[in-house]
């Protein structure tokens, strides 16, 4: 299967951990994004990279949340000193750019719990 | 936050019939997308209208899109067990900020009885 993978699929942690969560995208894509989904609800955008280039944060990406994507393929989203309310399902996609190229396609997502 | 509403937020019908799904958005957008995410297999993207088409079909689904009004519908013919899932749309409203990034509407929950 050649998809968007995310490791963990599930993460439990103590509240003021520090957690790592990796994508690979679709060996192609050149985009990668970072959704937060929280229960009940739909995703929520948190970023996105254009290669290596990390070119949008949202607002509910705050000072505790770091994302990389050292080398423009695979990526990492790390949360220091994890709160309650960081419990969500991180979710990972990837897409290509141009004109046609709209469609995401989502991995499996991480759900982190936290305790 | 979301860009908008999804109506209804649960659904639950009879195997064979149709379903209907509406989505309602906030700003103008580039295109509109429907994704389904069930537990087994995650948020997968269905179809894509973009904002100069009225109406898209593939197999079983049909989208419309009304942009003067902000809202799109989606309908599942002929349902089946195997269509029970979360339906969400998704906007993206990439010319204008540059970047294909979706914000999602909080769902539709559609249970398929048999």
């Known amino acids: 299967d050649t998809g968007v993978s995310q490791d963990p699929r599930h993460k439990i942690t103590k509240r003021g951990q520090n957690v790592t969560f990796r994508c690979d995208p679709i060996?192609?894509?050149?985009?990668l994004y970072w959704y937060r989904q929280t229960l009940g609800q739909g995703p929520e955008f948190l970023t996105y990279?254009?290669?290596?280039?990390?070119?949008?944060k949202s607002r509910l990406l705050s000072d505790r949340f770091s994302a990389e994507r050292p080398k423009g393929s695979f990526s990492t989203l790390e949360i220091q000193r994890t709160e309650q309310g960081d419990s969500a399902m991180y979710l990972c996609?990837?897409?290509?750019?141009?004109?046609?190229?709209?469609?995401?396609?989502f991995g499996p997502g991480t759900r982190l719990t936290v305790t | 936050s979301q860009q908008g509403e999804e109506d209804p937020q649960a659904l639950s019908i009879q195997e064979g019939e149709n379903a209907t799904m509406n989505c309602s958005y906030k700003?103008?957008?580039?295109?509109l997308q429907w994704y389904r995410q069930n537990s087994g297999r995650g948020l997968v993207h269905l179809i894509l209208?973009?904002?100069?088409?009225r109406e898209k079909h593939s197999g079983r689904l049909r989208v419309t899109l009304d942009t003067s009004k902000k809202s799109s519908s989606l309908l599942i013919t002929a349902s089946r067990a195997a269509d029970t899932a979360s339906y969400f749309c998704?906007?993206?409203?990439?010319?204008?900020?540059?970047?294909?990034?979706?914000?999602f509407g909080q769902g539709t929950r559609l249970t398929i009885n048999p």
């Open positions: 996609a990837s897409s290509l750019t141009g004109y046609l190229s709209y469609e995401q396609y």
């Open positions: 060996s192609e894509h050149n985009r």
């Open positions: 990279f254009q290669n290596e280039a990390q070119l949008e």
């Open positions: 700003t103008s957008i580039n295109n």
């Open positions: 209208i973009r904002s100069n088409e």
């Open positions: 998704a906007t993206d409203d990439s010319f204008i900020q540059g970047a294909q990034k979706l914000v």
